[in-house]
C-alpha cells in the first residue's frame, strides 16, 4: 500500500513501480488476482500523482505498464476520480476488470478537505461491499447509491463504469 500526505510523500512513480515488481516476484501469475485501487483528482487523460513538490499525470497507458510489472494474467482496477472512465475505455478486456467513478467526460463528487469518503468510495467501499459478495454487484449497489445521492444534491450524473473483466468475475465467482 502507498499513499501520500500533505506530509508525506510514499506513492510516486518509483516506488509504485517497485510495489508492482515486489507483487510480480511473488504471487502467482496464472492464479492470483492483481487489485490495484487509485484515488486522486482527476482529468480526461488521466489521474494526478501529487508526491510532495512532484505533480505528474499518470495516463491509462502508465497504469498498464505497471500492471504488467505484476505480472499477472488477471487484475481489477478500480479508480476513484473525475473523468476515469478514460480508464475503463483503455484498460478494460476480458482479464482485466475496470470500476471507475466516473465516466470518462464526468466530474465525480465528494473530493474535498475534511471528507472522509468521496461519494463512490463511499457507496462502493463504505455500503456496496460490506454487503454483495461480487465486485458486479457490488459496483451495481454503488452506482444506484452514487447517483441518487447526485439527483439529491442537484449534480449531474457522474455516471460511474464498469468494464470488462469477465475472465476476472470468473474466477472470483468460483471461489
Known amino acids: 500500500m502507498r499513499f501520500n500526505t500533505k506530509r508525506r510523500a510514499g506513492a510516486t512513480p518509483q516506488t509504485l513501480l517497485a510495489a508492482a515488481e515486489a507483487a510480480g516476484r511473488t504471487l502467482d501469475p496464472a492464479e492470483d488476482i492483481v487489485v490495484l485501487v487509485l484515488t486522486s483528482h482527476g482529468a480526461p487523460e488521466g489521474i494526478g500523482l501529487v ?22 494474467q488477471h487484475r481489477v482496477v478500480i479508480v476513484s476520480a473525475c473523468y476515469s472512465g478514460v480508464f475503463a475505455r483503455e484498460l478494460a478486456d476480458r482479464r482485466t ?11 465525480s ?7 472522509t469518503w468521496t461519494y463512490f468510495g463511499d457507496a462502493f467501499f463504505n455500503k456496496a461491499l460490506r454487503g454483495e459478495r461480487r465486485l458486479d454487484a457490488a459496483f451495481e449497489r454503488a452506482k444506484i447509491l452514487v447517483t441518487q445521492r447526485e439527483q439529491r444534491e442537484g449534480f449531474d450524473p457522474s455516471n460511474p463504469q464498469i468494464a470488462g ?3 476476472v468475475l470468473e474466477r472470483l465467482g468460483a471461489r
Open 165 to 167: 473483466g469477465a475472465q
Open 51 to 72: 508526491a510532495g513538490r512532484d505533480t505528474r499525470l499518470v495516463t491509462p497507458g502508465d497504469v498498464g505498464r505497471l500492471l504488467d510489472q505484476t505480472r499477472a
Open 97 to 107: 476488470l475496470v470500476i471507475t467513478a466516473a465516466a470518462a467526460d464526468k466530474p
Open 109 to 115: 463528487f465528494g473530493c474535498q478537505d475534511g471528507a
